[in-house]
């Protein structure tokens, strides 16, 4: 079975600083993907950004960006100059290149940004 | 344009009760998943259909049936509602396609189930 740990229940950070949240994961699988979800309070969910496991350029989508190891099976994403509107709770989620799709999340880490 | 709609957005019931959440996608994918989300926001997937064909069936009590009358569409019923069901399900989809996985899911906005 799959396991994602965020080993972070609560950050915060300064408006306008850089914050990293950890994520690390156990598989057995070569063929996996991973994305990081952002659920604000008004509970939506939505992409952040997602990492293929066969790629070794880290991902990038505008200030966020994220630390793939994948021999150390981490995945962390760093958000750069923060924004009051990056207040959220924050997913990791592992995917397996199979049948299914199945996302497995990590329990999450609430981010909040301080004005 | 919503991508993902659920309805309805909030459900208070007393237990015993049968209750429906219904799902809607417009974005012509092929997949669709329920997950629950329980008091300490862990995320965990319950059902996932693929074209109509259940694919995804995790240990949930069967008190919980999906139903997909097409791609676009996956609906979930709950018989005899018990307090643990109270928590918030979101519905999801993506497109798998014949290549197989990888594809990101794209969720609708919760549906609050409060179980009184």
């Known amino acids: 079975a799959q396991t994602v740990t965020q080993s972070q229940p609560e950050m915060s950070v300064q408006e306008a600083e850089t914050v990293t949240l950890s994520c690390t994961y156990d598989?057995?699988?070569?063929?996996?993907?991973l994305f990081w979800y952002k659920q604000p309070p008004s509970r939506q969910m939505i992409l952040v950004i997602r990492?293929?496991?066969?790629?070794?350029q880290n991902a990038t989508e505008n200030r966020f960006s994220v630390n793939f190891q994948k021999a150390a099976k981490s995945f962390s994403l760093k958000i750069s100059d923060s924004q009051l509107g990056d207040t959220a709770m924050y997913f990791c989620a592992f995917m397996k290149r199979a049948t299914g799709n199945q996302f497995y999340f990590g329990t999450g880490t609430s981010l909040t940004v301080i004005p | 344009d919503t991508a993902v709609s659920q309805t309805p957005k909030y459900l208070v019931t007393q237990m015993g009760n049968d209750k429906s959440i219904k799902c809607e996608q417009n974005l012509g994918h092929d997949t669709m998943y329920w997950y629950k989300q329980d008091s300490k926001k862990f995320l965990k997937i319950m059902f996932s259909?693929?074209?109509?064909?259940?694919?995804i069936n995790e240990t949930v009590p069967n008190r919980f049936s999906p139903k997909s009358p097409d791609k676009a569409h996956l609906n979930l019923h709950i018989n005899s509602l018990e307090l643990g069901d109270s928590a918030v399900y979101f519905c999801?989809?993506?497109?798998?396609?014949?290549?197989?996985?990888?594809?990101?899911?794209?969720f609708g906005p919760g549906t609050r189930l409060t179980v009184l």
């Open positions: 990492q293929e496991a066969y790629k070794q």
């Open positions: 259909y693929n074209n109509k064909e259940l694919i």
């Open positions: 598989t057995s699988e070569s063929n996996y993907y």
């Open positions: 999801a989809s993506s497109q798998v396609g014949v290549a197989g996985g990888g594809k990101t899911q794209y």
